[in-house]
């Protein structure tokens, strides 16, 4: 089973509103990831969680809070976004960061946001 | 800086047509991972390659790993309209993120 499960599929809100995205796993990976993609591009990576600790913020704008509660647990909080953060937002995960094979990543199908 | 090449960009061919797609890189990869993407949906994993010279095969797709492990190729024998989509191939540095090419849009016409 390699199913990373991302909720809600499709997000609509407004500049002022405040939103969450979740992605879950039970495949025991301890190394999550959140991607941004843009129609027809390539995912571009936000942040990384590994033993649920922050690893790598890719200089996101603070208006997209990362968070981990668990190891099987992927949360990113939104708040006053501008239109153009509109785009697919990917959760991924693998067994762990570093040392291949375990690095490999397995995402979800994505949540579409639309930001109004 | 683009890391991992990959071209061509857009391809729409025939039913039953064969096509190969490349990535390539000047840098060394410890594995380098394709997936197949359709609209609205996550990449999805068609093969990890770890080894330099390896070939993998599933199905009507071969996919090969240089000897260097800083290229790959995808070939698709008799393209099926079910192989369209926006291929990406993503090369695994050590210890590090993932490195996306820019994408293959394939479409396949019956």
């Known amino acids: 089973d390699t199913e990373v499960t991302q909720t809600p599929k499709h997000l609509v809100m407004g500049m002022t509103n405040k939103k969450s995205l979740k992605c879950e796993q039970h495949m025991g990976h301890r190394a999550m990831y959140w991607y941004k993609q843009k129609a027809k591009k390539p995912p571009e990576l936000m942040f990384v969680?590994?033993?649920?600790?922050?690893?790598i913020n890719e200089s996101v704008p603070s208006r997209f809070s990362p968070e981990c509660p668990n190891s099987s647990l992927l949360n990113l909080h939104l708040h006053a976004l501008q239109p153009e953060d509109s785009a697919l937002y990917l959760c991924?995960?693998?067994?762990?960061?570093?040392?291949?094979?375990?690095?490999?990543?397995?995402f979800g199908a994505g949540t579409r946001l639309s930001v109004l | 800086t683009q890391l991992l090449e990959q071209s061509p960009q857009f391809l729409s061919i025939q039913e039953g047509e064969n096509l190969t797609v490349y990535c390539n890189s000047s840098s060394v990869f410890s594995s380098l991972q394709w997936y197949r993407q359709e609209p609205g949906e996550g990449p999805v994993l068609l093969v990890t390659?770890?080894?330099?010279?390896e070939v993998k095969k599933l199905k009507r797709l071969t996919f090969q790993f240089g000897d260097a492990r800083k290229d790959s190729s995808l070939h698709i024998t008799a393209a099926q309209p079910g192989d369209t989509g926006l291929y990406l191939c993503?090369?695994?540095?050590?210890?590090?993120?993932?490195?996306f090419g820019a994408g293959t849009i394939l479409r396949v016409k019956s």
């Open positions: 969680y590994s033993y649920e600790k922050l690893s």
């Open positions: 390659v770890v080894t330099g010279g």
């Open positions: 993503a090369g695994a540095r050590w210890g590090n993120k993932l490195v």
């Open positions: 991924a995960s693998s067994q762990e960061v570093a040392a291949r094979p375990k690095n490999i990543q397995y």
